[in-house]
């Protein structure tokens, strides 16, 4: 039986990862609704393996840190460090489903080819208006903004299109100075606009019937069970971890619902 025990709400620090800033400004924004540590597996708090050649070994390290609140069933970020390798930070929101709010979705993902990053309010059913409508109508004011300033990351498959929102926020970026210099100055205010009109939604949230709620937790476990089936980390986590531990990882922490 694996032990588990709950995730600290203060900051990973992971020495050198460079998404660093990012979790710790979005811990910071999420102090005010007074989160609690949520249960986490202790083998996938934290984890150390060697990848790369003989030659040229790389220690990854994987960590996991999660919270919840009382609107928010599971607040969790995967942290992946692999110096010039790889370097990851997935942070998502999932709401209660008694509250009629999507989901968050932050993914900033450094690759030797580049940067790829994401951000959106993901809904848990698209072609339900009531549900989709008022949290368009403050995004895409913001998503316009910033598609203005930084290059677009190409299409998304077709297939995914119902999990995302009009305000899909999708980068490509070079690796370097350039790079570097946009996520500082454009994708770090860009993450914390779009976190911040999240949080803001999520105050706001009053609870639902209980038929809504059977609609929006169906929804949800759709989208659940549509990015445990295609999580496009699992490969990488794979080579670096095992498909046994990443299957688990996927399934019990990363989509649990």
């Known amino acids: 039986m694996n032990a588990i025990r709950h995730s600290s709400t203060d900051p990973i ?22 989160p609690r540590p949520y249960p986490v597996a202790e083998e ?19 960590a996991t840190w999660g919270c919840k609140t009382e609107k928010f069933r599971q607040v969790r970020a995967a942290c992946v460090d692999g110096g010039a390798a790889v370097s990851v930070l997935n942070f998502v929101i999932n709401p209660l489903p008694r509250f009629d709010l999507p989901f968050f979705g932050g993914d900033l993902v450094t690759l030797p080819s580049g940067h790829l990053l994401a951000l959106d309010l993901q809904p848990a059913d698209k072609s339900d208006a009531a549900h989709t409508q ?49 996520i500082e100055t454009l994708v770090r205010p860009a993450f914390g606009e779009y976190l911040n009109l999240y949080l803001e ?5 009053k609870p639902v019937t209980d038929e809504r709620r ?28 095992g498909s046994d531990w990443t299957e688990r990882y996927i399934h019990q922490v990363l989509f649990d619902l």
């Open 13 to 34: 620090n992971i020495p050198g990862w460079s998404w660093q800033p990012f979790l710790e400004d979005a811990i910071n924004a999420l102090k005010p609704l007074t």
């Open 134 to 182: 008022p949290v368009w109508d403050q995004l895409m004011p913001i998503f316009k903004r910033w598609r203005a300033k930084l290059p677009d990351g190409g299409l998304i498959p077709q297939e995914a299109q119902p999990f995302f929102s009009p305000g899909f926020l999708w980068i490509r970026l070079p690796l370097g100075r350039e790079g570097d210099h946009l």
């Open 44 to 62: 996938f708090l934290f984890r150390q393996d060697q990848a790369g050649s003989k030659a040229r070994p790389v220690t990854v390290t994987t």
């Open 214 to 241: 059977q609609h929006l937790l169906a929804g949800q476990r759709r989208y659940s069970n549509y990015r445990a089936e295609k999580d496009p980390a699992r490969r990488m986590l794979t080579r670096f971890h």
């Open 201 to 205: 939604l999520a105050v706001a949230a």
